[in-house]
C-alpha cells in the first residue's frame, strides 16, 4: 500500500491487488498511511499452490474491480 | 503514534489524504508493477492479455520490485510515474 | 486515573437537583434507555433502592432526558433518575461500557466499580452492601438472569460527544477541528500535500503548541478578529495562533500578528485586491513603539534582511493566515505574473531611537509609548539606494529622490502609488549634518528632483508606456511642459528609519495602485501585556 499511496499523492490513480489473507494487513496499511479511501482488491487464497489456470481465473475475476477502481 | 495537529483553515472541507481524480476512463500506459512475491507474475501476465485486449490504444509497462520487503525504490518510483497514467501493484499475498 | 473530581449534582425527573457525594453511602449506575443489559438491570436496581434506600443513595444515571422518563415507566422505577444528557458527569466519571456501576462511602471514595452485566459480580454487590448496610438482602432471584451480557458504548465516547467534552471539561480553549496524521505518513509531507504551506517547512500546530502560542494573548481563543477574503472566513484568535505556531512564531509575537491580520483585512488595506492582483503585492509590515525590543524585532543591521525570528515569522504568520485562513493561494484567487519574496514574508521594525523625526506611529496618530504595526501593500522591493558620496543635505534628500523615480517604471511619474522610503543610519547624519531637516522637506525634495516634463512620458520608439500619443497630440506644449513629479501627491511617501550604522545604501519599496480600487495604508494598535 505505501507505493500505491505514494502514487496517488503524485496524481497516478493506483490499485493494489492482494490474496484474501492480506485484508487486515491492507487495512492497517491503509489507516497507518492516512488515506482512508485507497484502492485495494483480493483475490482468492490460496496463492502459492495455485496452477497457472486457476491464477489466470483470478486474474479475470479481478479484471473489472480493476478497471473500476482506476477509474470511478 | 499519530500525530494530532490543528486545523490552521477555515475548516470549510475535512483535511484528509485523499485518493486522485479518476477521470471514468484508461488511456495512455498503464503500469503493472510485481511486487515480486512468487505467482504474482502469472497473474500480472494475464492481466496485463486482458486489459490489452479489452482496451485497445491503451499500452501496458510491466515492473518489478527487487524485493516485496521494502516500499518500491524512488527511481523505479520515478521512472513508473513519467511513463505511465494508472498503476496496479500485485500480489501481496 | 483520572483526577476529575467527580461530585455533581444533576437533577431527577421532578427537576429536584440531587447532589453527590451525598454523605450517605452511594450506588452510582450509569445507564443509556437503548441498551439493552441496561434494562436488563433495571429490576435489580430497583430492588436495590427499595432494599438499602433508607441507608444509602441508590441513584441512576442517564443519558438522555427522554431515555430517563421512558425507563422510569417501562419499569416502574421508584428511584431516583437522574439527567446527564450533556454527559459531563458520565465524562468526569470516566468509564466505557454502560451499565457503569459505581459503589461508593459517604465521601464518595469509590470502594467497587465494574461495567456491563457479569452475574457474579452484582450478586458479589448485593452481598457487600447488604454485610456493610445491615438491613439484609433484595430477595432478587438471579438465576432469572444470564450469567453474562455485553453492555453497550457510553454515549459520552461518541466521537462528536467527546470532542465537545474534552474541550470543555478541563476548560480548554481549543475548538478547531483536530486533524490525525497516520503514523506511517510524514508530518512535514502532510502539511505540503495539504496546501498549508508557502513553499517551506512549517512547524505542526500540535493542540499543545497552539496552547502556548494563546498563552501570548490575552483574548479569549474564540474571540473573532477579523473576517479574511477571499473566503470572507472568520479568524478567531485560535485560528491565528495554529497559523503563527505553523511560522514558527513564539507565543508574544502573537499580539503584532493579531493586530497585523486586523489591519489587512480592513476594507481600507483590501487584502483581496492586493493578494489578487497580477502585480504581485503583498503587506509590507513596519512594528513601532517598546514591543519591538520587548520581543526581540530587529530594526537596524540586517533589518530587512534574514536571521531575525521576530521579523521572519511575523511576516509569515501573517500571509500564512490569509493563505490558510482566507484561501487565497497561487493558481487561486493569487494571479501575480512574477510575484516577489515580500509574499514568504517582509516584517520589520522602525528604529526609532536613531530617528531624527516623530516615530511612524505618532506621526500617523499614536501616543509614543502605544505599540503599533502598519501595513503598507507594495509590489517590489527592497530596492537598494545607493549614494556613498554626497555631502550636502539636499543631495542626499536629492539621491533618495532618483533612488525613487523607478518605481512601476521610471518615465511613469504622477504615480497614484504609495512607496516606502526606509532611510539608512548614515544617511540620515548626513540629511540632518546642517540642521533639521523634516519629513516634509524630504518629500518636498524628491518630488522635486523627480519633476520632469510631462513630454517626457509620453510613448515613443524608447518606450511604448505612458500617455499615449493619440492623447498627447491634443496636449498644448504648455502642458506638455508642465513639471510632473514622481507621485500624485507627497502623502504617497511614506519614510522610516532603519539598517545598521554603517553603509550608505537606503531602501525603498515600491507599492500598488492607492485609492478605493487599490489599497490604502493601515495601523492598529498592539495588545499590551
Same mark, same amino acid.
Given at each position: 500500500?505505501? %507505493?500505491?499511496?505514494?502514487?496517488?499523492?503524485?496524481?497516478?490513480?493506483?490499485?493494489?491487488?492482494?490474496?484474501?489473507?492480506?485484508?487486515?494487513?491492507?487495512?492497517?496499511?491503509? %489507516?497507518?498511511?492516512?488515506?482512508?479511501?485507497?484502492?485495494?482488491?483480493?483475490?482468492?487464497?490460496?496463492?502459492?499452490?495455485?496452477? %497457472?489456470?486457476?491464477?489466470?481465473?483470478?486474474?479475470?475475476?479481478?479484471?473489472?474491480?480493476?478497471?473500476?477502481?482506476?477509474?470511478? | 503514534?499519530?500525530?494530532?495537529?490543528?486545523?490552521?483553515?477555515?475548516?470549510?472541507?475535512?483535511?484528509?489524504?485523499?485518493?486522485?481524480?479518476?477521470?471514468?476512463?484508461?488511456?495512455?500506459?498503464?503500469?503493472?508493477?510485481?511486487?515480486?512475491?512468487?505467482?504474482?507474475?502469472?497473474?500480472?501476465?494475464?492481466?496485463?492479455?486482458?486489459?490489452?485486449?479489452?482496451?485497445?490504444?491503451?499500452?501496458?509497462?510491466?515492473?518489478?520490485?527487487?524485493?516485496?520487503?521494502?516500499?518500491?525504490?524512488?527511481?523505479?518510483?520515478?521512472?513508473?510515474?513519467?511513463?505511465?497514467?494508472?498503476?496496479?501493484?500485485?500480489?501481496?499475498? | 486515573?483520572?483526577?476529575?473530581?467527580?461530585?455533581?449534582?444533576?437533577?431527577?425527573?421532578?427537576?429536584?437537583?440531587?447532589?453527590?457525594?451525598?454523605?450517605?453511602?452511594?450506588?452510582?449506575?450509569?445507564?443509556?434507555?437503548?441498551?439493552?443489559?441496561?434494562?436488563?438491570?433495571?429490576?435489580?436496581?430497583?430492588?436495590?433502592?427499595?432494599?438499602?434506600?433508607?441507608?444509602?443513595?441508590?441513584?441512576?444515571?442517564?443519558?438522555?432526558? &427522554?431515555?430517563?422518563?421512558?425507563?422510569?415507566?417501562?419499569?416502574?422505577?421508584?428511584?431516583?433518575?437522574?439527567?446527564?444528557?450533556?454527559?459531563?458527569?458520565?465524562?468526569?466519571?470516566?468509564?466505557?461500557?454502560?451499565?457503569?456501576?459505581? !459503589?461508593?462511602?459517604?465521601?464518595?471514595?469509590?470502594?467497587?466499580?465494574?461495567?456491563?452485566?457479569?452475574?457474579?459480580? !452484582?450478586?458479589?454487590?448485593?452481598?457487600?452492601?447488604?454485610?456493610?448496610?445491615?438491613?439484609?438482602?433484595?430477595?432478587?432471584?438471579?438465576?432469572?438472569?444470564?450469567?453474562? @451480557?455485553?453492555?453497550?458504548?457510553?454515549?459520552?465516547?461518541?466521537?462528536?460527544?467527546?470532542?465537545?467534552?474534552?474541550? =470543555?471539561?478541563?476548560?480548554?480553549?481549543?475548538?478547531?477541528?483536530?486533524?490525525?496524521?497516520?503514523?506511517?505518513?510524514?508530518?512535514?509531507?502532510?502539511?505540503?500535500?495539504?496546501?498549508?504551506?508557502?513553499?517551506?517547512?512549517?512547524?505542526?500546530?500540535?493542540?499543545?503548541?497552539?496552547?502556548?502560542?494563546?498563552?501570548?494573548?490575552?483574548?479569549?481563543?474564540?474571540?473573532?478578529?477579523?473576517?479574511?477574503?477571499?473566503?470572507?472566513?472568520? &479568524?478567531?484568535?485560535?485560528?491565528?495562533?495554529?497559523?503563527?505556531?505553523?511560522?514558527?512564531?513564539?507565543?508574544?509575537?502573537?499580539?503584532?500578528?493579531?493586530?497585523?491580520?486586523?489591519?489587512?483585512? =480592513?476594507?481600507?488595506?483590501?487584502?483581496?485586491?492586493?493578494?489578487? $492582483? $497580477?502585480?504581485?503585492?503583498?503587506?509590507?509590515?513596519?512594528?513601532?513603539?517598546?514591543?519591538?525590543?520587548?520581543?526581540?524585532?530587529?530594526?537596524?543591521?540586517?533589518?530587512?534582511?534574514?536571521?531575525?525570528?521576530?521579523?521572519?515569522?511575523?511576516? @509569515?504568520?501573517?500571509?500564512?493566515?490569509?493563505?490558510?485562513?482566507?484561501?487565497?493561494?497561487?493558481?487561486?484567487?493569487?494571479?501575480? =505574473?512574477?510575484?516577489?519574496?515580500?509574499?514568504?514574508?517582509?516584517?520589520?521594525?522602525? !528604529?526609532?531611537?536613531?530617528?531624527?523625526?516623530?516615530?511612524?506611529?505618532?506621526?500617523?496618530?499614536?501616543?509614543?509609548?502605544?505599540?503599533?504595526?502598519?501595513?503598507?501593500?507594495?509590489?517590489?522591493?527592497?530596492?537598494?539606494?545607493?549614494?556613498?558620496?554626497?555631502?550636502?543635505?539636499?543631495?542626499?534628500?536629492?539621491?533618495?529622490?532618483?533612488?525613487?523615480?523607478?518605481?512601476?517604471?521610471?518615465?511613469?511619474?504622477?504615480?497614484?502609488?504609495?512607496?516606502?522610503?526606509?532611510?539608512?543610519? +548614515?544617511?540620515?547624519? $548626513?540629511?540632518?549634518?546642517?540642521? *533639521?531637516?523634516?519629513?516634509?522637506?524630504?518629500?518636498?525634495?524628491?518630488?522635486?528632483?523627480?519633476?520632469?516634463?510631462?513630454?517626457?512620458?509620453?510613448?515613443? +520608439?524608447?518606450?511604448?508606456?505612458?500617455?499615449?500619443?493619440?492623447?498627447?497630440?491634443?496636449?498644448?506644449?504648455? *502642458?506638455?511642459?508642465?513639471?510632473?513629479?514622481?507621485?500624485?501627491?507627497?502623502?504617497?511617501?511614506?519614510?522610516?528609519?532603519?539598517?545598521? +550604522?554603517?553603509?550608505?545604501?537606503?531602501?525603498?519599496?515600491?507599492?500598488?495602485? =492607492?485609492?478605493? &480600487?487599490?489599497?490604502?495604508?493601515?495601523?492598529?494598535?498592539?495588545?499590551?501585556?
Amino acid at each position: 500500500m505505501h %507505493d500505491t499511496v505514494w502514487f496517488e499523492i503524485q496524481g497516478v490513480p493506483a490499485v493494489s491487488i492482494a490474496s484474501s489473507e492480506f485484508r487486515e494487513a491492507a487495512e492497517a496499511q491503509r %489507516d497507518a498511511l492516512g488515506m482512508k479511501d485507497a484502492r485495494y482488491l483480493l483475490v482468492e487464497h490460496p496463492i502459492q499452490d495455485a496452477t %497457472d489456470d486457476e491464477m489466470r481465473a483470478k486474474a479475470q475475476a479481478v479484471l473489472p474491480a480493476v478497471i473500476e477502481a482506476l477509474t470511478s | 503514534m499519530t500525530l494530532i495537529i490543528l486545523d490552521p483553515t477555515d475548516e470549510r472541507v475535512p483535511v484528509e489524504r485523499h485518493i486522485s481524480r479518476r477521470n471514468g476512463a484508461i488511456t495512455g500506459t498503464i503500469g503493472l508493477l510485481d511486487i515480486s512475491k512468487p505467482r504474482g507474475n502469472v497473474l500480472l501476465d494475464e492481466l496485463e492479455r486482458l486489459l490489452l485486449e479489452r482496451l485497445p490504444g491503451v499500452k501496458v509497462n510491466r515492473y518489478r520490485k527487487p524485493t516485496f520487503a521494502k516500499p518500491c525504490p524512488d527511481d523505479l518510483r520515478g521512472t513508473i510515474k513519467s511513463e505511465c497514467s494508472f498503476l496496479v501493484e500485485a500480489l501481496a499475498d | 486515573m483520572s483526577e476529575f473530581n467527580r461530585g455533581f449534582s444533576l437533577p431527577d425527573l421532578d427537576g429536584l437537583p440531587r447532589r453527590f457525594p451525598s454523605g450517605r453511602p452511594s450506588l452510582v449506575c450509569f445507564v443509556k434507555e437503548d441498551c439493552k443489559t441496561c434494562n436488563l438491570v433495571m429490576p435489580v436496581l430497583e430492588a436495590f433502592h427499595r432494599t438499602f434506600g433508607a441507608r444509602a443513595d441508590v441513584l441512576l444515571v442517564g443519558q438522555s432526558a &427522554a431515555g430517563n422518563a421512558t425507563l422510569k415507566e417501562r419499569h416502574a422505577l421508584t428511584m431516583p433518575v437522574l439527567d446527564d444528557s450533556d454527559c459531563r458527569v458520565s465524562f468526569a466519571w470516566d468509564f466505557e461500557i454502560v451499565p457503569a456501576v459505581f !459503589w461508593t462511602d459517604g465521601e464518595g471514595k469509590i470502594g467497587t466499580r465494574f461495567e456491563g452485566f457479569v452475574r457474579s459480580e !452484582w450478586q458479589a454487590l448485593e452481598q457487600q452492601i447488604g454485610a456493610q448496610l445491615d438491613p439484609g438482602f433484595s430477595g432478587l432471584n438471579w438465576l432469572d438472569y444470564p450469567d453474562w @451480557r455485553p453492555g453497550c458504548g457510553s454515549k459520552h465516547l461518541d466521537p462528536e460527544v467527546n470532542e465537545r467534552l474534552r474541550a =470543555t471539561a478541563s476548560d480548554s480553549p481549543i475548538r478547531a477541528r483536530r486533524i490525525e496524521i497516520a503514523s506511517a505518513d510524514d508530518d512535514a509531507e502532510f502539511m505540503f500535500d495539504q496546501g498549508f504551506s508557502d513553499g517551506l517547512p512549517l512547524v505542526p500546530p500540535t493542540p499543545e503548541r497552539v496552547m502556548r502560542m494563546l498563552a501570548g494573548t490575552r483574548r479569549g481563543a474564540q474571540d473573532i478578529v477579523a473576517v479574511v477574503p477571499p473566503n470572507m472566513a472568520p &479568524a478567531t484568535v485560535e485560528k491565528i495562533a495554529i497559523n503563527a505556531v505553523m511560522a514558527g512564531c513564539r507565543p508574544d509575537y502573537l499580539p503584532v500578528v493579531i493586530a497585523a491580520v486586523e489591519a489587512v483585512c =480592513t476594507d481600507e488595506f483590501n487584502i483581496h485586491g492586493v493578494t489578487a $492582483t $497580477t502585480m504581485g503585492a503583498s503587506p509590507v509590515m513596519v512594528v513601532n513603539g517598546p514591543i519591538r525590543h520587548r520581543i526581540g524585532m530587529n530594526m537596524k543591521l540586517s533589518a530587512l534582511g534574514v536571521g531575525n525570528r521576530a521579523n521572519a515569522t511575523i511576516g @509569515r504568520a501573517v500571509r500564512l493566515v490569509v493563505r490558510n485562513i482566507g484561501g487565497a493561494r497561487p493558481g487561486g484567487v493569487d494571479r501575480s =505574473t512574477m510575484s516577489s519574496p515580500l509574499k514568504f514574508t517582509m516584517c520589520f521594525a522602525e !528604529w526609532e531611537e536613531g530617528s531624527p523625526w516623530s516615530p511612524l506611529h505618532v506621526e500617523r496618530g499614536f501616543q509614543v509609548e502605544d505599540s503599533v504595526v502598519t501595513v503598507f501593500a507594495m509590489t517590489s522591493g527592497p530596492v537598494l539606494i545607493v549614494d556613498q558620496e554626497s555631502r550636502g543635505a539636499d543631495q542626499i534628500a536629492g539621491s533618495l529622490g532618483l533612488g525613487l523615480e523607478g518605481a512601476i517604471l521610471s518615465k511613469i511619474h504622477r504615480m497614484p502609488m504609495d512607496a516606502l522610503l526606509v532611510v539608512c543610519p +548614515e544617511h540620515i547624519r $548626513t540629511l540632518t549634518s546642517e540642521g *533639521q531637516y523634516s519629513k516634509d522637506r524630504l518629500r518636498a525634495r524628491i518630488q522635486q528632483v523627480t519633476s520632469r516634463p510631462l513630454r517626457e512620458m509620453v510613448a515613443n +520608439e524608447i518606450s511604448g508606456a505612458g500617455i499615449p500619443r493619440a492623447i498627447a497630440d491634443k496636449m498644448t506644449p504648455e *502642458q506638455l511642459e508642465a513639471p510632473a513629479p514622481k507621485f500624485a501627491s507627497e502623502a504617497n511617501i511614506h519614510i522610516v528609519v532603519a539598517g545598521s +550604522e554603517a553603509g550608505k545604501f537606503s531602501a525603498a519599496f515600491h507599492g500598488w495602485v =492607492t485609492g478605493p &480600487a487599490g489599497s490604502m495604508s493601515v495601523s492598529r494598535k498592539i495588545e499590551t501585556s
